[in-house]
């Protein structure tokens, strides 16, 4: 079952915040040289920002990227809070899809506002992708705050 499709204002101001709270967890000087958010700033990140607003903001992000990039070749995990289908090519129905793109929140929040390259992510480690089509440059960022 689809989920209702977030309003603008509200997912705006959600990743904005989440964004505000992903710089202060991270050193924003080093965000787009050596990669994205460690997994040890996820405590840090649970402190400043509410998990309802971290939620709204990668599901209104992810909302986003699937109706710019229409599709079902490549899916974008955000786990636990959302993954989507996007990007034209052969379709997916079945199984595990050959083309995934998986990351933490903070990750996803840095990648989608635009405060993390892709490269610098895939170069880190802190974004997986596997699948020829597995790639979201210039698909990313998806917000410009």
């Known amino acids: 079952m689809a989920r209702a499709r977030i309003p603008d204002a509200d997912g705006v101001a959600a990743l904005g915040a989440a964004r505000a709270a992903v710089a202060t967890v991270v050193d924003t000087g080093d965000r787009?040289?050596?990669?994205?958010?460690a997994a040890a700033d996820q405590a840090?990140?649970?402190?400043?920002?509410p998990?309802?607003?971290?939620?709204?903001a990668v599901r209104y992000s992810l909302q986003v990227l699937a109706e710019r990039a229409k599709g079902n070749?490549?899916?974008?995990?955000?786990?636990p809070f959302g993954a989507i289908q996007c990007i034209e090519g052969?379709?997916?129905t079945r199984g595990?899809?050959?083309n995934v793109v998986e990351m933490d929140a903070?990750?996803?929040v840095a990648?989608?506002?635009?405060?993390?390259?892709?490269?610098?992510?895939?170069?880190?480690?802190?974004?997986h992708a596997s699948g020829q089509r597995a790639d979201l440059r210039g698909y990313v960022p998806v917000a410009h705050l």
């Open 32 to 37: 787009n040289g050596a990669g994205g958010p």
């Open 44 to 49: 840090a990140l649970a402190a400043l920002l």
């Open 51 to 56: 998990r309802p607003v971290l939620a709204m």
């Open 73 to 79: 070749t490549v899916e974008v995990r955000v786990p």
């Open 90 to 92: 052969p379709g997916h």
């Open 96 to 98: 595990t899809p050959p």
């Open 106 to 108: 903070l990750t996803w």
């Open 111 to 127: 990648l989608a506002t635009g405060d993390l390259a892709w490269e610098s992510g895939i170069e880190s480690g802190s974004i």
